[in-house]
């Protein structure tokens, strides 16, 4: 009997990963059973529950195995000063690593649009729960230092400021990965967030991209060396005032 190596067992699992990842986007979670994942591996269904618990697990091993847009947002928007720019950050790397890294952007493509919350995959919904609610937690938190930054009392309280952002970029995702030709998610993105900060009082200050990833296919090219200006006719950015809540 051949013994197994610890870099075999992890090639094993790296391959069941890949497999897993294919036929999630090319037929839906509940459509891939774990044989068909074990088949186009070249293993067995045994090795399957060697590495993983069940689908659920697996898929969130899956997740977990690539930084996803929203998580490595959070993380760039760390070495920025403010506030303010620290939230535009976040938003604007998401979009970035949508439009630029292929690997993320089919895994959150499958996350978001390919998979059921039933049955034994409601282990998945409480892991992409935890990670909305972090998430929102990080930009409530951001607005109210940058609101007391600004000397302004939001319009809103925090956590709808948050939540509404929040529904800007899963919105602008959402509709880019239905038709990535259909606009450039980076530009129409930003143009989008800043109108949104305006409306909340904010004025805008020029932040640069975070560092860019593999360079992104031509339908989805991302400025990366400097944020999209305003549209033409756009309004002034509201200077920061005193408002009640």
Known sequence: MVRRTKADAEATRSALLDAAEQLFQANGVSRTSLQDIASAAGTTRG??????QDKADLFNAMMDRVTLP?????NAAQAVETPLQRIRISVLTALNKTATDEQARRVFLIATQQVEFNGEMLAVREHKLAWRDEYLRYLTEEFQTAAAD????????????????KAVLTGMLDNWLLDTRDFDLVKVGTQVMDRYLAGLGFSLIAAPLAAPGPRAPRHAKAAADAVP???????????SRKRTA
Do not use: K
């Open 229 to 239: 200006p305003a549209p033409a006719g756009s309004p002034t950015p509201a200077r």
């Open 47 to 52: 090795a399957i529950y060697w590495h993983f």
């Open 150 to 165: 600004a000397g302004f009392a939001l319009p809103v309280p925090a956590r709808v400021a948050a939540l509404g952002l």
């Open 70 to 74: 929203m998580e490595q947002s959070i």
